[in-house]
């Protein structure tokens, strides 16, 4: 069982930066593959980053939706159990509840792949 908690949500300027963070508890974190996704309101939930796991596996590609492609960066610390997302050049589209998720293996955009997943935290961008 792992269970995840997002942190660092928060209310940002159009064109700012925000660092999310998702800590992961339970065994062999590095055996994961971890997802970000994000919800706005009145739309469905979306993918918009996936980093793969590192043990056991290939090797921990990342991925991005194109919609934040170029802006935002995944990665991963195994030793801390988490994982990250910085968001720069934010937009007010960008705005959404974000979420942690977590699968085993290779990383994948689709959130029904993902078996955990965190509460969320709200991100909003102001223009």
């Known amino acids: 069982q792992v269970q995840l908690v997002e942190s660092g949500g928060g209310l940002v300027q159009a064109g700012g930066s925000l660092g999310l963070s998702c800590k992961a508890s339970?065994?062999?974190?590095?055996?994961?593959?971890m997802g970000w996704f994000r919800q706005a309101p009145g739309k469905e939930r979306e993918f918009v980053a996936t980093i793969g796991a590192t043990i056991g596996f290939s090797g921990s590609s990342a991925y991005y939706a194109d919609s934040v492609k170029g802006r935002f960066t995944i990665s991963r610390d195994n030793a801390k159990n988490t994982v990250y997302l910085q968001m720069n050049s934010l937009k007010p589209e960008d705005t959404a509840v974000y979420y942690c998720?977590?699968?085993?293996?290779?990383?994948?955009?689709?959130?029904?792949?993902?078996?955990?997943w965190g509460q969320g935290t709200q991100v909003t961008v102001s223009s």
């Open positions: 339970g065994p062999a974190f590095g055996a994961y593959a």
């Open positions: 998720a977590a699968k085993w293996g290779l990383a994948d955009h689709n959130y029904d792949s993902y078996n955990y």
